[in-house]
């Protein structure tokens, strides 16, 4: 089920590529990119909620598998802000923002498999999910530039 909610979670972005790339009547490119862009926003947040919840899944997060478990939370907390400046800032350095923000999530959970703190099917999904997210954000920054 996890397979299928993460791939549903990404066909927004894709959706919005699309309509940039090839409009939709009554849809502008710019309304799309906007909406893309949000959506970015609040699914690295999202991402970024996933290491809150790795260190608050146990009673004492200092006993925690996680790397530097300070640091994962503020890493949680600063994929928020990022998600947020993202949907403020103009799309161009907005979607750097995404497409960075995606990556370091991406760097950190194959860090996390390595000590042992998440599972490998965990990591598989978020290494496939980053890729299908990246793509599409890539497609969009090369079109704003």
């Known amino acids: 089920?996890?397979?299928?909610?993460?791939?549903?979670?990404?066909?927004?972005l894709w959706l919005g590529a699309y309509a940039v790339y090839r409009p939709i009547a009554d849809f502008s490119p710019v309304?799309?990119?906007?909406l893309t862009?949000?959506?970015?926003?609040?699914?690295?947040?999202?991402?970024g909620g996933t290491k809150w919840g790795l260190i608050s899944a146990?009673?004492?997060?200092?006993?925690?598998?996680?790397?530097?478990?300070?640091?994962?939370m503020l890493l949680g907390?600063?994929?928020?802000?990022?998600?947020?400046?993202?949907?403020?800032?103009?799309?161009?350095?907005?979607?750097?923002?995404?497409?960075?923000?995606?990556?370091?999530?991406a760097?950190?959970?194959?860090?996390?498999?390595?000590?042992?703190?998440i599972v490998f099917w965990y990591t598989r999904l978020r290494v496939w999910l980053t890729m299908l997210t990246v793509a599409p954000l890539l497609a969009l920054l090369l079109k704003v530039l």
Do not use: R
């Open 1 to 12: 089920m996890p397979w299928v909610v993460g791939f549903i979670s990404v066909l927004p």
């Open 31 to 34: 309304s799309a990119l906007s």
């Open 37 to 47: 862009t949000i959506y970015g926003g609040v699914y690295l947040s999202l991402v």
């Open 58 to 72: 146990v009673s004492h997060p200092e006993h925690s598998k996680a790397v530097w478990p300070t640091a994962q």
């Open 77 to 105: 907390f600063a994929s928020l802000l990022a998600g947020f400046c993202a949907v403020i800032l103009p799309a161009q350095i907005g979607l750097s923002i995404l497409l960075a923000g995606f990556m370091v999530m």
């Open 107 to 117: 760097l950190w959970d194959l860090v996390h498999l390595q000590t042992g703190a």
